[in-house]
């Protein structure tokens, strides 16, 4: 099965409010990176986290490596927050530092 | 700082054909990765490299596919005989390990196989 179980898939939010995205891994994983792709097609890097939390603007994200799990709030959602978000997670185990992503959530803003 | 570069941006082909992906990462980065992201899913990793070598390359379709790195700075990535299945976006990313392997991603190349 998938090692990044990524929700919701698909989210639609007004401006001005927020809500959270979440990530279960079914591995014990080493870190973990939240990207944007925005409508190019770029991934922008949003956050890397190896533990606890991280705030940016209108995002935090944290991570729990024991209980296997990352989560992406937005809160104040603005037009330009619109595209796919990915998480992706470096599993523990040897030199490997390789990124498995989950299957994103579209997030729609709308007016 | 620049950023990952790829080209081109856009290949069209028709099967059969053969194309090859360029990628120049992060100044001082020595670990490099491709992707292949087909349409609505996400990135899956195809092979990587640290400096010249290849660390993992158990995802890459061997027999049509084929990546390199020869002095451990810029890779090219080539698809022999394409098939339409190969139609998606091949990404490169860069990392460099002072502290974190954290990526970042080029622009990506977006091909479409008639």
């Known amino acids: 099965g998938d090692q990044v179980e990524q929700s919701p898939s698909a989210l639609s939010l007004h401006e001005g409010t927020g809500s959270a995205l979440r990530c279960n891994f079914t591995?014990?994983?080493?870190?973990v990176q939240w990207f944007q792709q925005n409508s190019r097609g770029s991934l922008i890097n949003l956050f890397y986290l190896a533990s606890g939390t991280k705030e940016n603007g209108r995002l935090k994200s944290t991570f729990n490596s024991k209980e296997s799990y990352s989560t992406l709030h937005i809160r104040d959602a603005q037009l330009e927050d619109s595209g796919t978000y990915f998480c992706?997670?470096?599993?523990?185990?040897?030199?490997?530092?390789?990124?498995?992503f989950g299957k994103g959530t579209l997030l729609t803003v709308t007016p | 700082e620049a950023g990952v570069t790829q080209s081109p941006r856009y290949a069209v082909l028709q099967e059969g054909q053969a194309v090859s992906f360029w990628c120049d990462p992060i100044s001082g980065h020595d670990t490099l990765y491709w992707y292949q992201q087909p349409r609505d899913q996400g990135p899956q990793l195809l092979v990587y490299f640290r400096d010249e070598a290849v660390i993992d390359n158990s995802q890459l379709p061997s027999d049509r596919f084929s990546a390199v790195r020869p002095k451990g700075t810029n890779s090219t990535l080539k698809i022999q005989s394409a098939k339409q299945g190969d139609t998606a976006t091949y990404l490169c990313a860069s990392s460099f390990p002072g502290g974190s392997y954290e990526q970042y991603f080029g622009p990506g190349t977006r091909l479409t196989v008639l």
């Open positions: 591995t014990t994983m080493r870190a």
């Open positions: 992706a997670a470096e599993a523990i185990g040897g030199s490997n530092y390789k990124l498995t």
